[in-house]
């Protein structure tokens, strides 16, 4: 029998576990509950969050956990405990199911302190047990109420110092207890419980009496299911929704240092920190923020792109100690933090017994080339060309940085799943990159043989010539370049590029390659509109 605790969060701003951490808003609630499900794994290992657009429930599943805090209701009591300590007051309802024990915590009436006593729609035992009978049993209990001993519980050992803040439904009971809610308890979509009400159904009762087979028919198996994992007749996981672990290294120095070379040394000591960090988790930094807090002024940011994960610390320390060179520094150090705020997995290959190392190494090292000259550089000056679905030539790339701030060109090589601090979320390589042959030339790259052959150098804006036609609307004979008479031996074409009316201007060119006397090959056009000939390029 599964026991489930639901922790119902008071509405409004929750505060953050972490004391520098602003308070949250209405869009970062949901990451302030993140992080207090994770300081709930003290009481168990299996956490999760309320599925819900502003959730405001934590479910704990603490099947046979009770006998480690002494029981149930003494658990229940420190996390009522502990969650006061840090200035929220919670509810807390134990039961047989996710659903159950969610319903009871936001629509249940609240036990009275007073031991035994009733409130409307619920009964408190002895033992803090939450009974809720039906009407016909309500008339039995005026009389004879309820004792402990009817409902299973731990004994005297398992009383709580909180019965106002928490219920318990004892196991296979669920059904009583559901009884007097209302169907909004159900966790149902508004438009079912419309419908409901319209037939003057109203609390859970009521809809228990209706034939299961008449309320799929007519709401939907959506219906039917939410009820059946309210009773325990359909397993409901806690969904486990935990933030992300941050990969984080911090050190205070005793004194204010302003050589470069201390100050190198001690992010070397960081490096090492968090590349074990990194590697316990079996992730890569892809973008790395180094902060240098000075004696004076404002702190000194520094941030590292990668082009692809890596947990290598003399890797990551070189690339650091580069940024640094450039960094200005205004006044002596007295505190240097190094976090990795994007990772990726980290690729591994298993070792060959035959191998041609360099083949082998290309893509490792040119990724370290990369890395170094981007860090001399500046990540702007280290460019490739990326191919566009263009059809007119001096549009059909543009040239992006090798390495990004974002980690943008590397969610390829990863399969796309890089977190932002470091998730776990992994993908399986394609067995190229498996083998160690990583496209390096971009995402887009065309299939071979789809295009004509084109120029190695391309004109940014077409060199308009003089061209000698065979025919008015044939194949060039010569050209004049720079003053220089070309005479063409060879010609391939024409190949036609348009481009769409929908671009405003469009264009409309017969292209050809030739090859002159002298060797020399160039990538000529004729305009459809006016006739005008251009040099767009040439192969050679």
């Known amino acids: 029998m599964r026991r489930i605790v639901c922790i119902a969060i008071p509405p409004g701003p929750l505060p953050r576990l972490a ?4 308070e949250p808003s209405e ?28 959730p405001e429930c934590l479910f704990l599943d603490i099947t046979g956990l009770d006998r480690v805090f002494g029981g149930e209701m003494a658990l229940a009591g420190k996390i009522v405990q502990d969650f006061a300590d840090r200035g ?5 309802v134990i039961a047989d199911t996710l659903g159950a024990a969610w319903a009871v915590a936001r629509f249940g009436a609240r036990p009275s302190p007073a031991r035994g006593s009733l409130q409307p729609k619920a009964a408190v035992s002895e033992s803090g047990d939450l009974a809720v009978p039906s009407r016909p049993l309500a008339r039995r209990a005026n009389r004879n109420p309820l004792p402990a001993s009817s409902l299973p519980g731990p004994g005297p050992s398992d009383r709580c110092p909180h019965p106002a803040a ?8 669920s059904l009583l207890a559901l009884k007097h809610l209302p169907v909004e308890a159900l966790r149902l979509p508004r438009e079912t419980v419309e419908g409901l009400h319209s037939l003057g159904i109203a609390r859970i009762e009521e809809l228990e009496r209706l034939p299961r087979e008449e309320l799929s028919c007519r709401f939907g198996p959506r219906l039917v299911q939410r009820w059946d ?5 359909l397993i409901e996981p806690i969904p486990v929704q935990l933030p992300p672990p941050k990969f984080a290294v911090r050190r205070e120095l005793e004194h204010p240092v302003a050589s470069r070379e201390w100050v190198a040394l001690v992010l070397e000591q960081l490096v090492a920190r968090l590349s074990e960090q990194l590697v316990g988790r079996g992730c890569g930094a892809v973008r790395l923020e180094c902060r240098l807090e000075c004696q004076e002024g404002e702190p000194v940011a520094m941030g590292v792109g990668l082009f692809q994960p890596t947990a290598s610390p003399r890797h990551l320390s070189q690339l650091a100690r580069m940024r640094l060179e450039r960094a200005s520094i205004p006044s002596p150090i ?78 390829g090589r990863a399969g796309g799943r890089f977190l932002q601090a470091g998730g776990e979320q992994r993908s399986r390589p394609s067995r190229a990159k498996r083998a160690g042959h990583e496209d390096l030339r971009g995402d887009s790259v065309p299939p071979r043989g789809v295009l004509p052959p084109r120029p190695l150098r391309l004109l940014r804006r077409p060199m308009a010539v003089s061209v000698i036609s065979v025919a008015p609307h044939g194949p060039p004979f010569c050209f004049r370049l720079r003053g220089k008479e070309h005479r063409i031996a060879w010609t391939w ?6 481009t769409g009316w929908w671009r405003g201007r469009p264009v409309a060119r017969d292209y050809y390659r030739v ?6 090959r160039f990538w000529l056009f004729r305009d459809l509109k006016d006739g005008r000939w251009f040099l767009h390029g040439n192969f050679a």
């Open 334 to 411: 007295v505190a240097i933090s190094l976090e990795a705020p994007l990772v990726g997995p980290l690729e591994h290959r298993q070792e060959e017994l035959f191998v041609d190392a360099p083949t082998r190494n290309r893509a490792r090292l040119l990724a370290i080339l990369i890395d170094r000259l981007a860090s001399r550089l500046g990540r702007r000056s280290v460019l490739r060309a990326r191919l566009l679905p263009e059809a007119q030539p001096e549009l059909a790339c543009r040239y992006d940085p090798w390495v990004s701030m974002g980690g943008g060109n590397a969610a």
């Open 515 to 520: 090859e002159t006397a002298d060797g020399h």
């Open 166 to 173: 928490i219920s318990r439904i004892p196991p296979g009971q």
């Open 229 to 233: 994992q309210a009773l325990g007749r």
């Open 88 to 92: 929220l007051a919670v509810r807390v």
């Open 493 to 498: 074409g024409p190949e036609r590029i348009e």
């Open 27 to 54: 869009g970062g609630q949901r990451e302030a509950l993140l992080e207090w499900a994770a300081w709930c794994q003290r009481f168990s290992p299996t956490v999760g969050v309320e599925e819900s657009p502003k």
């Open 19 to 22: 004391a520098a951490r602003p």
